[in-house]
């Protein structure tokens, strides 16, 4: 079994930066698998917003993020972290990050698809 708990999040002001951490521990590690983080907005859908693939270090950040935010992984800690940049009152949402236990060779979308899922974090971002 997997177990991801999420760190990092708050309440900020625009322009601010934020860092999430989720910490894996369990029978994989973030080298084995592929993680992600997704965020919920109210009255939304849960969204993908980056995507850190296994064994290699390739990334997928959606457009909505992209060259704000950057997701990572630490393979020595076992951690992933989500980099935020620039925080904009759209950015508020609850983020969760999420792990598949197979490989993946392009970001997956599905809420589904995932078999792993953090506790989710609140972040917050006012104008």
């Known amino acids: 079994q997997v177990e991801l708990v999420q760190s990092g999040g708050g309440s900020v002001q625009a322009g601010d930066s934020l860092r999430l951490s989720c910490a894996v521990s369990g029978t994989l590690g973030v080298y084995d698998m592929t993680m992600a983080w997704f965020r919920q907005a109210p009255e939304r859908e849960r969204e993908l917003i980056a995507w850190?693939?296994?064994?290699?270090?390739?990334?997928y950040h959606a457009d909505s993020v992209k060259g704000r935010f950057t997701a990572s992984r630490d393979n020595v800690k076992n951690i992933v972290t989500l980099q935020m940049n620039d925080l904009k009152p759209g950015d508020t949402a609850v983020y969760y990050c999420?792990?598949?236990?197979?490989?993946?060779?392009?970001?997956?979308?599905?809420?589904?698809?995932?078999?792993?899922w953090g506790q989710g974090t609140q972040v917050t971002v006012s104008s």
């Open positions: 850190v693939r296994g064994i290699s270090d390739t990334t």
């Open positions: 999420a792990a598949q236990r197979r490989i993946t060779t392009s970001p997956l979308t599905a809420v589904s698809l995932y078999d792993f």
